[in-house]
Nanobody, 122 residues
């Protein structure tokens, strides 16, 4: 059973920083992509940042220049350093990973963490 465990959310003032971490555990053969999504109240879940196994990153326009995604392949972790936080960054942040966990197939499956709340006060 694959699990993603997030940590690092909390309350911060505008202009402050937070670092989110996510660790994948369980039967994992390979990880293709790890990403962070967020969902604010009344809004759809959106991609914040992603990183491939080859280290290629992509960011939502709203966070470019402020957030940095990084991963440690050996530890099966992904982190999101969030700087210059704004009230509009307030949301539940979810870790996502595309993981191969079944040895008899090359199929990759989608896994999500339970979410961690980030609240930015003005």
């Amino acid at each position: 059973q694959v699990q993603l465990l997030e940590s690092g959310g909390g309350l911060v003032q505008a202009g402050g920083s937070l670092r989110l971490s996510c660790a994948a555990s369980g039967l994992i053969i390979s990880i293709n992509t790890m990403s962070w999504y967020r969902q604010a109240p009344g809004k759809q879940r959106e991609l914040v940042a992603g990183i491939t196994s080859g280290g290629i990153t992509n960011y939502a326009d709203s966070v470019k220049g402020r957030f940095i995604i990084s991963s440690d392949k050996a530890k099966k972790t992904v982190a999101l350093q969030m700087n210059s936080l704004k009230p509009e960054d307030t949301a539940v942040y979810y870790c996502y990973a595309e993981i191969r966990s079944r040895p008899l197939t090359m199929r990759m499956d989608d896994y999500w963490g339970q979410g961690t709340q980030v609240t930015v006060s003005s």
